[in-house]
């Protein structure tokens, strides 16, 4: 069955301290993969997005990278946190009408 | 202006009220999803929808393709439903997958 995995579900990590967050698809293969952040009270506002592997869009510039090394996994990193990356980050994939939604990774930097 | 917009942005009723929450697109989609958000929580997928309505417990969601217009209900509100809800689409030719940007629900008891 289709479904997408994403974790951590919350992450607490140091200003300066590197990240990834990691987001793995089932059941489905050439998805479209995307990054979304949601800082406090706004909406979701889109980082990456990849149509393939190896092929990553950025929507903003930022403090963030993403690769997709496997037709189903996309990750989402950073070198060097900034409390500015605290918030709210959700992994989605669709291909044609379908989409699904992972829970989301509540990350806190400190 | 976002492909896919919202209404109300906040919405705070009593228990027991029907609640009406609006999408609107400007873009043809191939389908609309509602999701869920609580407070400090995750996302739930709550329906996929490409044509006339589906219904799950107390939820109810209708999309009108012709006016680019979907609604979700809730029936006999609950606090429990306190809740951000979001619509989003995948866009037809497009590699996107819009949000809209949420409705803040606030049931009362």
């Known amino acids: 069955s289709q479904t997408i995995h994403q974790w951590p579900a919350t992450l607490v990590q140091p200003v300066g301290s590197p990240l990834s967050l990691e987001c793995t698809v089932e059941g489905t293969s050439n998805p479209n993969l995307y990054w979304y952040r949601q800082a406090a009270g706004r909406g979701l506002q889109l980082l990456f997005y990849s149509v393939g592997i190896g092929q990553i869009s950025s929507e903003v510039p930022q403090n963030l990278s993403a690769s997709r090394p496997q037709d189903r996994q996309f990750i989402l990193s950073s070198k060097k946190l900034l409390l500015s990356d605290s918030g709210f980050y959700l992994c989605?994939?669709?291909?044609?009408?379908?989409?699904?939604f992972g829970q989301g990774t509540r990350l806190t930097v400190v | 202006k976002n492909e896919v917009e919202q209404s109300p942005q906040n919405l705070t009723a009593q228990e027991g009220e029907f609640i009406t929450i609006n999408c609107s697109y400007s873009v043809g989609i191939s389908a609309l999803h509602w999701l869920q958000q609580h407070p400090g929580g995750g996302i739930v997928s709550l329906f996929m929808?490409?044509?006339g309505k589906k219904k799950h417990g107390r939820l109810i969601a209708t999309i009108n393709i012709q006016e680019k217009h979907s609604s979700l209900h809730i029936t006999a509100s609950h606090p429990r439903d306190s809740a951000v809800y979001i619509c989003?689409?995948?866009?037809?030719?497009?590699?996107?997958?819009?949000f809209g940007q949420g409705t803040r629900l606030t049931i009362n008891p």
């Open positions: 989605a994939w669709d291909r044609a009408a379908e989409a699904f």
């Open positions: 929808l490409s044509s």
């Open positions: 989003a689409a995948p866009l037809w030719g497009a590699q996107k997958l819009v």
